[in-house]
């Protein structure tokens, strides 16, 4: 479900609909279309610094409604920087300035309880975030609000599993008369719904439902929602179908990063990450550490430079009345005192994004190196189960089928073998130094010939031997062991021919048999894919020459030292 989580909040911002700024009403407040300007601008630190001076200036002429529009607008923008708890303490604020049962200020505080809700929602504090959302609802008379309000409510509590409960405010979208005159709004609840049936049910197949809201939100042109419905075809593909996850998790990075949504660009890039090649992995890391460490920093630069803004403003108040009173000396110690609390909270909150930081990659660290033990002893114990036991019950069944006398003792003593290291398979392997390496390749080789099968050696001396380490003979045998598996299995060789030969410091093996051969690219999987593993962990190399008339050649050469 961890992967979930990203997606869930981005749809916050983009499915949900987010609030809307309150809109600019005709006022004698320079500042606040100042304010506005710079808004319209895409300047926010600006907007904001000018609609903390028309909350000033409507507090002097006592105009609520202005005082509490611009702390709305500040909360608004605030949110959007990823000031979460800044934001939440000025939309607080702002509650003081408005009347619940005047009409025009009932909408605005229901606009404000709403941005109350989605700072609490991206907080995790869900049931807060519940009750501010219903405030909200219980606010407002406006068609296009409720429908905002209902769907945020659905995402809500589909986050904290509470599925069917989220179906009932999806379906009351469904049921609004202006659902069916807007498009993109019938596409987002469409998709959230399916999303959500499949959430409740992972039987449930919401792919129709799926594809049908991208289809009308590409049809409108509307790069948010596609972001949404693109997250939502992620989170279903993941596990079942990661190529088709990862086809979809790239075209949604395209989108966010034309809608410069840098949360959304994250969101894809977790995916990619997990989802893509060793090489592209790898880029796709170096990106999402590059935008983390951008937006990170740009969010504390905007949660110091408004809480500043705001710190100053508070305080230049307390000067002005101090000032009316003190003298000199007072004014010098306020200074003073002005100066060390600015001190103090920068360096805290430093320390505070340093810990957190340096947290995060701890965290990050440790989970990557235990999905990596976990992946690394998951193949370790699949090629020791295929090459231990499968292949040596294979080589038992091989030397019965073709004995016409059965050594029943030895047999016995063989399989009991393999169940002793069937029993100890999770346990590291203690590669043995072979008393005679030539009798054992001998033995294993001549046991796969059979009535009309030949196997043949060539070169198989004990000299050959006397250099190679260990650990290269028991990988060895596994990768002759599994060549000789297959051709029992599937090559239909009467004659099949082991060459052995050492040049300078390499040795070199040639498998040669007259069998059907393999059709077209040798298919890497399951013993085979071990096998390429084996030869590579020893330095060494393999070829399939698959491009003759009949049979199949093998070379595998690796260095003696």
Partial sequence: MKILIVPLILLLFIS????????KPIVANPFYDLAWAFLDSN???SSFIYFNKAKERAVNDHDSIIAAKSLINMSIISGNRGDYFGSQEIS????????PNNDEQKELLSSNYNNLGKMAHLLKNYQEADQFYHKALALTNKKRSKEIYLNNIGINLSNYGKYREALQYFDKIKRLDSISYD???YARVLSNIAKTKWMLNPAYKPMPDLMKALAIREREEDLLGQNASLGHLVDYYYTSKPDSALFYSKKKYKIAEQL??????????????KLSSEQESRCYFEIFEHLEDSIQTDRNAAKNQFAVIRYETEKSKADNLVLQKDNSEKKYQI????????????????????AVLWYKKRKQKLQLEAQSAIRDGKLKTSKKVHDVVANGLYQVMT???????IDKEGILDRIEVLYEKSRDISYEDQVAQEA????????????????????SLVGNKEELWDQVAPNVKHELTHVLQELMVNMSKHSQAANVVIKFEQVGNEVNIYYTDDGVGINGEVNFKNGLNSTGNRIASIGGDITFETKTERGLKVRISFPIT
């Fill in 399 to 405: 030397e019965i089928e073709n004995q016409d006398e």
């Fill in 92 to 99: 607080i604020s702002a509650i003081a300035y408005l009347n």
């Fill in 16 to 23: 949900c609909n987010p609030n809307k700024e309150v809109s």
């Fill in 260 to 273: 410069k949504v840098p949360d959304g660009q994250l969101s894809s890039l977790k995916v990619l990450i």
């Fill in 335 to 354: 200074t003073r005192q002005k100066a060390f609390l600015i001190g103090s909270i920068v360096l805290t909150v430093a320390l505070a994004v340093i």
């Fill in 183 to 185: 498009p993109k709004a």
């Fill in 43 to 45: 300047q926010s630190d």
């Fill in 436 to 455: 005679n390496f030539k009798e054992t390749i001998n033995g294993l080789l001549m046991s796969y010939g059979a009535k009309g099968r030949r196997v």
